[in-house]
């Protein structure tokens, strides 16, 4: 673990610190930073750990016993997914959270900072370079020389070795790091930019000059100033590649002029919308996704600076929190995932049922500006987990296997499940690996955080455990293994026709 070289100082947009101070944030020792304080649920926010539930113990144990369930840190698998590899955490102790790939490195980010694997072996990836750079989620993605890292928690300042502070604070810092990424082994902090609400996520439309980002982020409470409602836009980031230091906030979108979905009372169990979790882009096709709290959209991105919502759904039923979207190969689909008890509670079992906390697919119908979305069925994993298991729908991407719609999705201590969607009326799923519940008396968050294929593998990220690489081997997916990419960000969908 080293410190991020400084090759220019980060630009702060709203608040001054003074140039002194900036510039002894950048080359502060990062190895005595504070923890980062996470935006409160819902959306991504680890539970509180160690939370006993009466009588859990007698019923994990015994459904353990009874071959339910696995035993505790125990690894299943079905027959067509076999692990090939693991690396437990080192240096960066925090919650594992979001991967990006380029050629031969897979790019981690921890809400202590970000991990560089050398995965040109897959059956036994290597640790390149460890960067402390505290900051949840520190979601990550990459394009050419540069490393994207999302901070949505109130920091000190810009720097990587500010500590968290109440956002009520006029020096709060959150928003957007920027690292050249050139030398894999010594990444360099190049720019910040403080972003309205902070960057819970962030998502990349690369241009050939330029990278635009979109920052997703949401109001939880009254609490935190810069979130106040009405917050319902997203940042659009526009980063020069020649001179990312430039980097600055263009535009403010309103995607929702009525305010979005109210939530309760009007619609019990629904997360009232004051901002978006995540979106989902389509350069080739002008098309993005959007996963915004009580709503899921459609817009055209023709014009990069002012994406363009062009149709708004919502499930007052079954949905309390739209988190995050992935299209199919043709753009015919998008699966919106649900996470019901934001990342932190027992979803996965028969006193929720199959319907929340799971998947929804739509399908596209229409042409051009007149798409539509259109309800096709759910998805969630057949496997009852435990009480003391988090696990609700997550991170996901597509297997490119020709002809089929098959995607493999993170689902907390649920683990990772293959799934084909080839029907949207009839998901299935076709493979499966996870490990036993942390703990079999107590509600200990962990499980894959991200599941994506690569290359030929599938890669998770597991909050509490580590790095893990799998491999399917199945029929349905075996045509996926010749399409080779340079460059995924699962949240920038490539066209892999």
């Not at 990349?204 to 990278?211: A, I, N, S, W």
């Not at 940042?235 to 929702?256: M, N, T, Y």
């Not at 539509?372 to 490119?400: M, W």
Request: charged share 20%; proline share 8%.
């Amino acid at each position: 673990m080293h410190r991020p070289r400084a090759r220019s100082g980060p630009r702060v947009r709203r608040r001054s610190l003074g140039a002194a101070a900036a510039a002894l944030g950048l080359v502060a020792a990062l190895f005595a930073s504070g923890p980062a304080a996470a935006t409160p649920d819902p959306g991504d926010h680890p539970a509180a750990t160690g939370k006993t539930i009466p009588g859990q113990e007698a019923a994990t144990r015994t459904a353990i016993k009874n071959g339910e369930i696995p035993g505790v840190d125990e690894v299943v698998h079905s027959d067509n997914v076999r692990p090939l590899a693991h690396l437990p955490k080192q240096a960066l102790r925090g919650t594992n959270s979001d991967l990006a790939f380029q050629g031969k490195y897979a790019f981690a980010g921890n809400y202590d900072g970000f991990v560089i694997y050398d995965i040109s072996r897959p059956e036994a990836p290597r640790t390149v370079s460890q960067v402390l750079c505290p900051g949840s989620q520190n979601d990550v993605s990459v394009s050419g020389n540069l490393l994207f890292l999302s901070t949505d928690s109130s920091r000190t300042d810009n720097s990587c070795s500010s500590t968290p502070q109440p956002a009520t604070e006029k020096s709060s810092w959150e928003g957007i790091k920027v690292f050249d990424i050139t030398d894999k082994e010594h990444p360099a902090y190049v720019a910040a930019v403080e972003t309205a609400c902070g960057s819970h996520t962030h998502t990349l439309l690369p241009e050939r000059r330029d990278v635009y980002l979109y920052v997703s982020s949401y109001a939880p409470s009254d609490a935190f100033p810069d979130c106040r409602p009405p917050h319902d836009g997203i940042s659009v980031i526009k980063v020069p590649r020649s001179a990312p230091e430039k980097a600055a906030v263009i535009d403010f979108p309103v995607l929702f002029p009525d305010g979005g979905n109210p939530g309760a009372p009007t619609n019990p169990g629904v997360t009232p919308t004051t901002g978006c979790h995540d979106i989902t882009t389509f350069p080739t096709l002008k098309l993005a996704a959007g996963a915004c709290m009580g709503d899921g959209i459609l817009m055209d991105v023709s014009n990069p600076a002012a994406p363009r919502v062009i149709d708004r759904v919502q499930d007052n039923v079954n949905f309390a929190f739209w988190h995050s979207a992935t299209f199919n190969e043709r753009a015919t689909k998008v699966v919106f995932t649900d996470e019901l008890g934001g990342g932190g509670a027992a979803t996965c079992n028969e006193k929720v049922g199959p319907h929340r906390g799971a998947d929804g697919i739509y399908d596209i119908v229409g042409k051009g500006t007149h798409r539509k979305l259109v309800f096709r069925s759910y998805y969630k994993i057949p496997r009852h987990q435990a009480d003391t298991e988090n696990c609700v729908a997550h991170n996901g991407s597509l297997i490119p296997a020709r002809n089929r719609d098959i995607m493999v999705q993170a689902w907390y201590q649920g683990g990772v499940s293959v799934w084909d969607f080839t029907n949207s009326a009839e998901p299935k799923e076709i493979g499966y690996f996870e490990r036993g519940p942390l703990s079999a008396d107590s509600l200990v968050t962990g499980g894959a955080w991200s599941a994506y294929y690569y290359n030929g593998h599938i890669y998770s990220n597991d909050i509490a455990k580590g790095f893990d690489v799998l491999k399917i081997t199945d029929r349905r997916t075996d045509s996926a293994d010749t399409v080779r990419m340079r460059e995924l960000n699962v949240q920038t969908q490539p066209d892999y026709r």
